[in-house]
C-alpha cells in the first residue's frame, strides 16, 4: 500500500484517537497520532513517523467479539445493531450485511454512513488492511 492510500487510511481514523505502534531505540511504543501531511504522521508525544509504523485497530472479526473502548466492554455488532434499528434498518437485513462483510462479499465501506463513524470510532479494520499492515488491538500486550 503506497503513502497516499495510507494517508487517506490513517486519516479517517484521526478524530477517534489512533493509535500506532512504534520501534525506537530497539523499545516498541504506544503514541497517539494528532496529525499528518505527506511525509509523516504526529503523536501527541511531538514525535514525527514516516509511514511504516502500523496502527492499532481491532481485526474485523471482532465485530461479533467483545472489544474494550474508553473502558467498556461490548460487542460491537449489538450496538450496531441498536444504531441501525433507531434508523429503521431491519433486523435481518442488518444480519445479512454483516454476515456478508464477515464473509468477505460485501465491503464494511458499503455500509451506511452512520455505521461506519462507529466502527472507526471504535478503532475496528474498516479498511481490512491486511495483517502485516496493523497491530490487533485484541492481541496487543502492554
Known amino acids: 500500500m503506497n503513502k497516499e492510500e495510507l494517508l487517506k487510511i490513517y486519516s479517517a481514523y484521526l478524530p477517534y484517537g489512533l493509535q500506532i505502534s512504534t520501534d525506537d531505540e530497539g523499545e516498541d511504543w504506544v503514541e497517539t497520532v494528532i496529525g499528518v501531511n505527506n511525509e509523516a504522521l504526529e503523536t501527541s508525544v511531538g514525535n514525527y513517523w514516516d509511514f511504516t509504523v502500523k496502527p492499532i485497530l481491532y481485526d474485523l472479526s471482532y465485530l461479533t467479539k467483545e472489544i474494550e473502548h474508553e473502558g467498556e ?62 497491530i490487533n488491538k485484541a492481541t496487543l500486550t502492554k
Open 73 to 134: 466492554k461490548f460487542v460491537p455488532s449489538e450496538r450496531l445493531m441498536n444504531y441501525a434499528s433507531n434508523f429503521g434498518v431491519h433486523r435481518g437485513v442488518f444480519e445479512h450485511m454483516l454476515s456478508s462483510i464477515l464473509d468477505g462479499n460485501t465491503l464494511v465501506t458499503e455500509l451506511p454512513y452512520y455505521l461506519i463513524i462507529k466502527l472507526l470510532e471504535w478503532h475496528l479494520n474498516v479498511f481490512q488492511l491486511q495483517e502485516d499492515q496493523f
